[in-house]
């Protein structure tokens, strides 16, 4: 590689959105984005488990760094759940540990029962899930047979819509907060009917701002690396803090927050949310800045090029 296509990967900083398929892991898709691209700076925010598909969000390059400012604590997906059997991992992937009928089971009973699980709710994750529990991932120990209980969390559930009622399965949209288990709700909705329920299918359709839309699939990402023109997909990381406060920057300017130092506030000035995207004169994102009110300063909090 010549170091001017060096110097160009160097350069490339932005969001791609992966629509991922069935069977592989977040790791498997940014492992093949690397290869396929060749920048190692490579990861992703909002992992999906292999069983389900839909929206993966991958940072490339410095872009990395943006990982916490970008919002994606909201999810969206359409799911698939199945009536009459207790699976141990919560999804079809998981031992049979319980079958039973669909008794009395109706689109009208399983629509009231949907409506108690919206709003804020405790819910509590499944022990074949990767949370770590003394240490240790859950699944870890669920397999080697240890008894343990995970602890409940909140989780708020912005709405649990029927699409599809087809006994002895349903589809579902779900719209939630981060940390939800799909697996849990459908588990819980089946011990609440008193038939029991396991997550069938899963497909995120949205996180945070990012959706199917945005989305590549992984033939079409390897069709556009052998040809070259996958940045096609990049969503510019300029773009990503669309809700930002934008501040342009001189040249004076970009020196200073490239070398960690405060550049001046403009006088009663009011930002909410406290932080901006500080923009070269070529439209590079250079860093994003917090706000020092009681100075009446921008000072850089992450820079992303040097």
């Not at 994606?72 to 031992?95: H, I, L, M, P």
């Not at 409940?152 to 029927?162: G, K």
């Not at 930002?244 to 909410?272: H, P, S, W």
Request: overall charge negative; aromatic content about 8%.
């Amino acid at each position: 590689m010549n170091e001017e296509s060096k110097k160009y990967k160097n350069t490339i900083s932005g969001v791609l959105v992966v629509d991922k398929p069935p069977g592989m892991t977040s790791h498997d898709v940014v492992q093949i984005v690397r290869r396929g691209t060749g920048i190692r700076r490579i990861g992703h925010i909002g992992t999906l488990d292999p069983r389900a598909s839909g929206v993966l969000v991958l940072l490339v390059g410095p872009a990395v760094r943006l990982s916490e400012y970008l919002i994606t604590d909201r999810k969206r997906y359409e799911a698939q759940f199945t009536f009459g059997a207790v699976s141990n991992t919560y999804d079809a992937d998981g031992e049979v540990i319980k079958t039973g009928g669909t008794p009395e089971l109706d689109e009208e009973r399983v629509s009231a029962e949907m409506k108690k699980f919206t709003g804020e709710i405790v819910q509590r994750p499944p022990s074949y899930s990767a949370l770590k529990i003394g240490g240790k991932k859950a699944y870890e120990r669920a397999r080697a047979g240890e008894i343990f209980e995970i602890p409940e969390r909140r989780v708020t559930i912005y709405a649990f819509d029927l699409v599809e009622f087809n006994p002895p399965d349903i589809s579902v949209e779900v719209d939630c907060s981060s940390g939800t288990y799909i697996r849990s709700l459908a588990h819980e909705l089946g011990a609440a009917l008193g038939c029991g329920a396991y997550l069938s299918e899963l497909r995120r359709t949205k996180s945070g701002r990012f959706s199917l839309r945005q989305a590549a699939t992984l033939d079409e990402l390897k069709t556009a690396f052998e040809n070259g023109d996958w940045y096609q997909y990049l969503i510019p990381a300029i773009d990503s803090l669309a809700d930002f406060t934008e501040i342009q920057l001189d040249l004076e300017m970009e020196r200073d927050i490239r070398c960690g130092k405060a550049i001046q506030a403009e006088a009663g000035i009011n930002v909410d949310p406290a932080f901006a995207k500080a923009v070269s004169l070529q439209g590079e994102l250079v860093a994003v800045l917090q706000y020092d009110a009681e100075a009446a300063l921008w000072k850089p909090k992450k820079v992303l090029i040097s």
